[in-house]
Every structure is written in C-alpha cells, then in structure tokens.
C-alpha cells in the first residue's frame, strides 16, 4: 500500500510522467529518463509483490490487484 501511495503522490508531484505514458511520439531525453526511472521503481514494487505472492504471503485478490496496476501502465499509451 505504501508504494502505490508512493507512486500516486509522485505522479501528481510530476504530472510530466503521466503526460509521457500518453504522449505519442518520441519523448525528449528528460521524459524519457524521469518515465524509465519511475517505471523501474513501480516494476520493482509489482516484482516484490509477485514474490509475496508465490510465497504464499499474499493472496491471489491481491495479486490480480498489483497486476491490474502493471496492465493499467503498460496499457495507457
């Protein structure tokens, strides 16, 4: 829960890194690097989670809720 939050306050911190998932078009070298960075800190976040998940930590509801976040990113464009 803490990441999403994480993840929600940085976005509307930086409006830009949602703009970019949209965006069509070849983003400049700064959207670019702000994006990568900030999807590489949320696939970490759904990679700790599938973890948990294959451990047996948490349950298959919450593991369908961390992917729809995944699909809901990788989706947008």
Do not use: H
Not at 38 to 64: G, H, P, V
């Amino acid at each position: 829960m803490q990441a999403v939050q994480t993840e929600l306050r940085e976005l509307s911190a930086n409006p830009n890194i949602g703009l970019s998932i949209t965006m069509s078009g070849p983003l400049t070298p700064e959207q670019n690097l702000t994006l990568d960075a900030w999807l590489a800190s949320c696939m970490r976040t759904r990679e700790f989670a599938w973890l948990q998940y294959k451990k047996n930590t948490i349950n298959d509801i919450n593991w369908e809720s961390e992917l729809a976040i995944l699909r809901v990113y990788f989706d947008s464009g």
